[in-house]
C-alpha cells in the first residue's frame, strides 16, 4: 500500500495573523513539503494542476521534474492533470519526458478539476467536460501505446502518422489513476481501460465513496481485468493532528473556519462527523483510516491533504513528522496483514514492466 500527501497549492491568508504568502514562498513550501515526505519515508507526493489565483500549481511537470532531480525514492504524482483542457499530445510528451527524467518515478491522476472558467481560456466549452475527458484520455491511451497514430475526433485536429516523443520509459506508460468527486462516468473510464480510481474522498460522506468505489469495482470486472477486490483503488482524505485531540481541534478550528472551500459553512464538529475530515490525534487519525477499509474494501493508495487553507510550513512540516513516525508506520503494517495475497499492491513502474515482459503478446496493452 502506498501512502502519501498531495497538495491543491492555494495561496491563502493566515487567519491566526494575517499573513498572506507570495506565490514564491508557497511554491518553495510545495517543494519543500515533497523533500520531507520523502525524508519521513512517505510514497507518494501529488500536485493539483489550477490556472486561476488563488492557487499556484500551473505547471505540474517543472515541479515535479524539480523535485525528481531531488529526490531517489518518492513516486512523483498529480493530484489532477486537466485531461479536459489540456491538449493529450502535449500531456503525453510531457509526462513522458518526466517519466525518463524521473527514472520512472511517475504516474498522473486524470480529472476535470472544479474551476468552471478554465474551460473557456483553453479554448473549451464546460458542457463539453464529460465527451472530453472520454475522447482526450481515449487519444491520449493511444500515443502512449502505438508507435504510429492515426487519429481523428471531435475536439482538436486530426492526427496522422503522428509518433510522440519521447516514447514512455522501457515502452511503459506512466501509471494512470482517474480521479473524480461525483461522476460515475468517470469510474466507467476507468474500468474500461483497467486503470486506477481514485476517489477524493474529503468532501462527501462514506456512502458516497462507497458507491463510487463500487460501481468502479463492478465495472473493472466486467470488462475482465479481473476480480471487483483486485481493481486498483486510492483515496483521499484530510488530517490535522497534535498529539493531543483538544490542542489539535483549537488549532486547526480558525483554518477551518476560513478555509476557501468549506470555510463559513458547516462547523468543524458537523464536518468531521460527517466526511472523513480527521482532527485529533494520531490514534485517531490511525484509527478512521483503517475503517476507510471497511465500506471500500482492500486498496493501494492513500494520500492525505495537509497544507491548505493558510498552515504554515512549519505546522505542515510537523504533519509530517507525525505522519512519518506514528500514523504510516501503523497504517502500513494493518493494511499489509488485513489484505488477501490475490489483492494487488499499488502498481509501479517496475512491476507495470514485469507484468508487460511476463503477458503473452496479445495481451499487452
Not at 509518433?163 to 473510464?189: C, K, M, N
Amino acid at each position: 500500500m502506498q501512502f502519501g500527501v498531495f497538495t491543491v497549492g492555494d495561496v491563502t491568508v493566515d487567519p491566526t495573523n494575517g499573513r498572506m504568502p507570495s506565490e514564491r514562498e508557497r511554491i518553495k513550501a510545495m517543494t519543500a513539503i515533497a523533500l520531507k515526505a520523502e525524508e519521513v519515508g512517505l510514497d507518494v507526493f501529488a500536485t493539483g494542476e489550477h490556472h486561476n489565483p488563488p492557487f499556484v500549481p500551473s505547471s505540474p511537470t517543472t515541479m515535479l521534474g524539480w523535485i525528481a532531480a531531488r529526490t531517489e525514492r518518492l513516486l512523483l504524482s498529480t493530484s489532477t492533470t486537466l485531461i479536459t483542457t489540456n491538449d493529450p499530445v502535449k500531456i503525453a510528451e510531457d509526462y513522458a519526458m518526466l517519466q525518463h527524467l524521473a527514472d520512472g518515478r511517475v504516474d498522473l491522476m486524470m480529472g476535470r478539476g472544479n474551476t468552471g472558467p478554465v474551460y473557456p481560456w483553453f479554448g473549451q466549452d464546460i458542457r463539453n467536460g464529460i465527451p472530453l475527458a472520454i475522447e482526450n484520455y481515449d487519444l491520449l491511451h493511444r500515443l502512449w501505446r502505438e508507435d504510429v497514430v492515426d487519429w481523428k475526433g471531435r475536439f482538436r485536429t486530426p492526427l496522422q502518422s503522428f509518433t510522440s516523443t519521447p516514447r514512455p520509459l522501457d515502452g511503459v506508460p506512466p501509471f494512470v489513476w482517474h480521479g473524480s468527486i461525483r461522476s460515475p462516468e468517470i469510474a466507467e473510464q476507468a474500468a474500461y481501460y483497467g486503470d486506477g480510481f481514485f476517489a477524493n474522498h474529503i468532501f462527501w460522506p462514506k456512502e458516497h465513496t462507497q458507491r463510487m468505489v463500487g460501481l468502479y469495482r463492478e465495472r473493472y470486472a466486467h470488462y475482465g481485468h479481473g476480480s471487483p477486490d483486485q481493481a486498483i483503488v486510492g483515496l483521499g482524505g484530510q488530517v490535522f493532528m497534535r498529539r493531543n485531540s483538544q490542542d489539535a481541534v483549537r488549532e486547526f478550528r480558525p483554518y477551518f473556519d476560513n478555509a476557501p472551500v468549506y470555510g463559513h459553512g458547516p462547523s468543524l464538529e458537523e464536518f468531521t462527523r460527517e466526511t472523513p475530515l480527521t482532527v485529533g490525534s494520531p490514534q485517531q487519525v490511525i484509527d478512521r483510516t483503517l475503517g476507510f477499509r471497511e465500506y471500500v474494501g482492500d486498496y493501494q493508495r492513500q494520500l492525505f491533504l495537509i497544507d491548505h487553507a493558510g498552515l504554515p510550513l512549519k505546522t505542515v512540516l510537523e504533519q509530517l513528522d507525525l505522519l512519518g513516525e506514528e500514523v504510516v508506520p501503523v497504517l502500513r503494517k494493518e493494511f499489509d496483514s488485513l489484505r488477501p495475497a490475490h489483492v494487488p499492491e499499488a502498481p509501479t513502474h517496475a512491476s507495470l514492466l514485469a507484468a508487460r515482459d511476463a503477458a503473452p503478446a496479445g495481451e499487452q496493452r
